[in-house]
């Protein structure tokens, strides 16, 4: 059975309303050593605090695109219990631009996806990290996804890490909510953070505001 029958499959036999958030990450050469070890220890947590919630565990869906040295789709949407959550390892310059418009077209496709099957879903999360800036075109992509994020179909959140990432650049991307950079390398705070944020609009129904924790003790703000 290929993947894409099988994803389809799964919103048969589970139409628990769906949270999809995709991780748009910063795997470049300046995140090597500490940063991208950081960066998975933050991830293999996030999985698991969502694995913890009996709810969160079959509402959100989590994709992964990279973009260092290439842009590349590392998982798409699908059951977490059947993600291998693999280490991710940095090097090369910073396609950030083309990262996003796989994002985007993941996101679009699985929408396409949960509509066909009946299946509800909430706001799609984009969170875009990085501790640089793009070193390929990235003014459409950032056009694209600010369109979205203020007609309300796609919330984003960007995250600078360390003192080269260009706010500006993210700001771009994220109109209606200004990016905001992680506090040294504290990626498992970050992580922490979302995975309570996802639990929380999983346990709602999808239309209701649901307020997020408060972005505290990752931030340097």
Known sequence: MNDLVLRRQELVENPTARVPVCLCLDTS??????????????????????KADDIAR?????????????????????????QQVQGLAAGGNTPMGEAVDIALKMLDQRKREYKDAG??????????????????????????VAQLANSKKLSVFAIGVGS????????????????????GLKFGAFF?????SVTAVSNSTPGQEVPLPPPQGWTTV
């Open 119 to 144: 299946v509800d879903y909430f706001q799609p999360w984009l969170i875009i990290m990085t501790d640089g800036q793009p070193t390929t075109p990235w003014e459409n992509s950032a056009d694209a």
């Open 58 to 82: 079959y509402s959100a869906e989590i994709a992964i695109v990279t973009f260092g040295p290439t842009a590349s789709q590392i998982t798409d949407f699908c059951s977490i219990d059947r």
């Open 192 to 196: 922490e953070w979302l995975s309570r």
């Open 29 to 50: 050469g300046s995140m090597a050593g500490p940063p991208i070890d950081q960066l998975n220890s933050g991830l293999r947590d996030f999985y698991a605090a969502i």
């Open 164 to 183: 080269s990432a260009d706010m500006n650049v993210l700001a771009r991307f994220s109109p209606r909510r200004s990016p905001v950079r992680l506090d």
